[in-house]
C-alpha cells in the first residue's frame, strides 16, 4: 500500500513508523528541516510543505497517487478562523494534484461543547460545536473517499497527564476523562485503511472514563512526577464523549481501554 500523511506530528510520525514496519510505502508532510531528515532516516519519503503559506509543491518529487491518506493538519483552537480557511483551501489545492482510495482526517472531540451530557456522532447542533473544528471537518468531508476521526485526549508513551499538573493547582480534576492512547489511534487508523467503514464521523475514544483527578493520581504513581499542590474543584462540567461507534463496528479490542493505565 502507498500510504501519504499530512502533517506529520507526534501521532501521525508513530503510524508512518508503524505502517513503514509493516512493509508499507510512506511519504509524510513535514513543516521543519529536522523532522524532514528525521522522517528519512527512519525509512520514509518526507517532503517540506507548510500549508499555511502554500498550495501544491510543484516542484516536489512526488508520486501523484496513493492508495491511503492521513491527513493530521490539524484545525487549532489558537487560529483564527482566517488562517484555518486559508490552511484548508490549500489542502484541498493539494489535493486537485494526486488522486486517493481512502482518506482519514484527524479531528477532535473539541468539536462539542462544555456541558454535561453524553456526545455521540449524531449530535449535530451547529451552534453549538466549534466553528473552525466544523469548518475543518466539513471542507475535508467535500473530498471523495474521506472519513473524520474525532480523537480524545491523546496520551501513551511520553505523554503522560499528571505531568501537566505537575506542582501546580488542577481545577478540572472533577471532570472525566475523554482520553484515548496513541496505540489505539494508531490501530484504529490501520483499520481504516483498509476496511470499508460505514459512518464518515468516529468519535475516538478510550471506553472508560474515571475522573481526570484520579488519572492524575495513577499516572503520577506510574510515571513518577509529583502531585498537584491542590485540587479545586472548580469546572465540575460532566462531559462525557461515546467512542462505541467506532468499537462496535470493528469489533476492536482496545490495547489500552482504561486512562488509569495510561
Known amino acids: 500500500m502507498k500510504i501519504l500523511i499530512l502533517g506529520c506530528g507526534w501521532l501521525a ?14 511519504w509524510a508532510s513535514t513543516t521543519t528541516s529536522e523532522k524532514y531528515h528525521r522522517l528519512k532516516a527512519d525509512g520514509i519519503f518526507s517532503f517540506i510543505l507548510d500549508f499555511d503559506c502554500e498550495s501544491f509543491p510543484e516542484n516536489a518529487d512526488l508520486p501523484d497517487q496513493f492508495d491511503f491518506v492521513l491527513n493530521s493538519i490539524p484545525a487549532s483552537q489558537k487560529n483564527s478562523l482566517t488562517v484555518i480557511e486559508n490552511r484548508f483551501s490549500n489542502i484541498k489545492l493539494f489535493f486537485d494534484h494526486i488522486t486517493w482510495g481512502k482518506q482519514v482526517f484527524l479531528s477532535s472531540i473539541g468539536i462539542y461543547p462544555d456541558k454535561d451530557a453524553v456526545f455521540d456522532e449524531s449530535y449535530a447542533d451547529t451552534a453549538e460545536l466549534s466553528s473552525k473544528l466544523l469548518f475543518a471537518e466539513e471542507c475535508m468531508l467535500g473530498l471523495t473517499h474521506t472519513i473524520v476521526y474525532r480523537l480524545g485526549g491523546l496520551f501513551g508513551k511520553n505523554r503522560v497527564f499528571a505531568k501537566y499538573f505537575s506542582e501546580r493547582i488542577c481545577t478540572t480534576g472533577e471532570q472525566r476523562a475523554n482520553f484515548v492512547h496513541i496505540d489505539d489511534v494508531v490501530r484504529l487508523v490501520e483499520e481504516a485503511s483498509c476496511r470499508v467503514l460505514k459512518h464518515t464521523i468516529y468519535n475516538v475514544v478510550a471506553p472508560l472514563h474515571p475522573k481526570k483527578m484520579d488519572v492524575i493520581l495513577a499516572s503520577a504513581k506510574k510515571h ?11 469546572d465540575v462540567t460532566q462531559k462525557i464523549v ?10 476492536y479490542q482496545f490495547i489500552s481501554p482504561d486512562p488509569l493505565q495510561f
Open 13 to 26: 510520525e508513530s503510524f508512518a513508523i508503524h505502517m513503514k514496519n509493516r512493509g508499507h510505502e510512506v
Open 224 to 234: 513518577g512526577y509529583a502531585l498537584p499542590l491542590a485540587f479545586e474543584a472548580e
Open 242 to 251: 461515546s467512542g462505541k461507534l467506532l468499537q462496535e463496528e470493528l469489533g
